[in-house]
């Protein structure tokens, strides 16, 4: 690793990179929880299929969810039309495009182990809190999330990773344009088909370091389920 490769490091792909996982996770976190309860405590009739679209995106391709992007919100479709002409809007070439591919694909993560988590709960303990005159919501806030947030937990902390790492949905969906939409994994793949070796190696090193820690702590949050 030389010294020039350190000083052209470029810290926009690392800051792009943590705020669209952010966003992705959060995005991933509010869906798949949802969809966690749901499907360990209310299953219904084609629950397990439904279940099974939602985690497609953990088998597919990435390149197949970044054409669905495109098929569903892009300039051709309804709803890229729409945007396009009441708002001046769309998420094809932007960073926001990246949020939404990541999201996607980091969900199926949040959403097995909402699912798991919500499924191990004790429902004795929360019997025992609707005897004291307590609500549903309040049941659910005060004693079915804190005993799964562990385990939802430790999901969402995969699914930052994830989100970190996702190229090839992002790529198709929002490019690869530096300073704008250029995330860590695609500044390593335009270094190495640039020859610049030094500085994949540099990006490849950061990039791995920040997964390995995001790594311990899910696993120390399993450990507590």
Known sequence: MTLSAMASFDWFPLMLSLKVAALATLLALVVGVSLGWLFARRPFPGSTVLEAVFMLPLVLPPTVIGYAILVAAGRRSPLGSWLREHLDYSIIFSWHGAVVASAVVA???VLKSASA??????RTLESAASTLRQSPWSVFMRVTLPLAW???????????????GEFGASLMVAGSIPRRT???SMAIYDA???GQDDLAL???IVTSLLSIAIL????RYLSLR
């Open 202 to 204: 540099v990006l490849v």
């Open 107 to 109: 969900l199926p993560l």
């Open 192 to 194: 190495v088909q640039a």
């Open 182 to 184: 250029q995330t860590l």
């Open 216 to 219: 311990v702590m899910s696993n």
């Open 117 to 122: 988590a919500f499924a191990h709960v004790d």
């Open 150 to 164: 562990p385990g939802i937990l430790a999901g969402t902390l995969l699914a930052y990773a994830r989100a970190m």
